[in-house]
């Protein structure tokens, strides 16, 4: 988990969103449902009764409902909330990877395609093939890739390893590239979801302060993040999801404190003291 503290960022805050700006994004009633098949392994009982195989059982999912939400430019968005509350689907939704099953959503400008720990990395190819690809991916020619490679890898620090397989990587190593790609193509639309999570403390001060730059720079910045400090530190306005569900829309320090308070009295209390 991300961890930033004030001390560690030279980032300052962002002036609130100023109202009557043009939106970046525009979310509308969105809800996606995830529809998985698998055959149910039979319990003893009745894998007796039955003699047969599994049956197969249609699981749906409902990751997002009916959740709306406007992003004006110069929007610095952090997204909270517990695991399985639907911020990756949003994410993944938002960069136009996973359709909506109802609602739409408006996105007006460049996103850069890498989420998380490098979603559309190819594990068999090197880093620098993977570079090439991301930046691709990110609408960039391959003359302007190749002209940022260099700074890419040197981002990383990863430029002794950056001719081998991306396998041999560890899952920070991983991530430091997957962010080190995100932040060097200047997308209009930032997302980074997690992405620090592997990083050691060095290069998660390091990304914190190219962020802080970017989100000067690009039009919008999303942030999924579990660590708090990190949204009240990068971010100038928040939402919190819950189960799908849109729960609460502010400022950072607002939001923040909300779902705070509602993981401490709220049903998560009994899964804390469990751990
Ligand atoms: N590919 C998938 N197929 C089926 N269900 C999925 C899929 N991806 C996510 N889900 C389900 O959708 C819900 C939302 O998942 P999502 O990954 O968006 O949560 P999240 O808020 O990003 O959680 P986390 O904090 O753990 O990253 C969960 O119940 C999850 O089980
Ligand atoms: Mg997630």
């Not at 060097?184 to 999570?197: C, G, K, Q, R, T």
Request: aromatic share 6%; charged share 20%; proline share 4%.
């Amino acid at each position: 988990m991300s961890s930033l503290s004030a001390s560690e960022s030279t980032t300052t805050p962002l002036p609130p969103v100023a109202a009557g700006k043009p939106l970046t994004v525009k979310v509308e009633n969105l809800s996606i449902t995830y529809k998985t098949t698998f055959e149910r392994v039979p319990t003893f009982k009745n894998a007796v009764t039955r003699f047969g195989r599994g049956q197969r059982s249609l699981v749906e999912v409902h990751a997002l409902k009916d959740v709306s939400f406007d992003v004006p430019d110069g929007t610095a968005l952090g997204i909270i909330g517990n695991n399985g509350a639907g911020k990756s689907t949003l994410m993944r939704a938002l960069a136009g990877i996973l359709p909506p099953n109802k609602g739409r959503i408006e996105v007006h400008g460049r996103i850069s395609p890498l989420l998380s720990l490098g979603v559309g990395f190819n594990a068999n190819l090197s880093g620098r093939e993977n570079i090439i690809l991301g930046g691709l991916a990110s609408g960039l020619s391959r003359a302007q890739v190749v002209a940022r490679a260099e700074d890419v890898t040197k981002f990383a620090g990863l430029e002794e390893f950056i001719d081998a397989p991306m396998r041999t990587y560890s899952s920070g190593m991983y991530s430091r590239l997957a962010f080190s790609v995100a932040v060097h193509m200047d997308p209009d639309i930032l997302m980074i979801d997690e992405a620090l999570s592997a990083g050691d403390a060095t290069f998660k001060t390091k990304a914190a302060e190219k962020m802080g730059e970017l989100r000067e720079n690009a039009r919008a910045f999303f942030l999924v993040s579990h660590s708090l400090n990190s949204i009240k530190q990068l971010c100038n306005d928040a939402i919190w999801l819950h189960k799908g569900e849109l729960m609460m829309r502010g400022t950072p320090e607002e939001v923040c404190a909300a779902y705070t308070k509602f993981v401490q009295v709220g049903d998560s209390a009994v899964i804390l003291e469990d751990l």
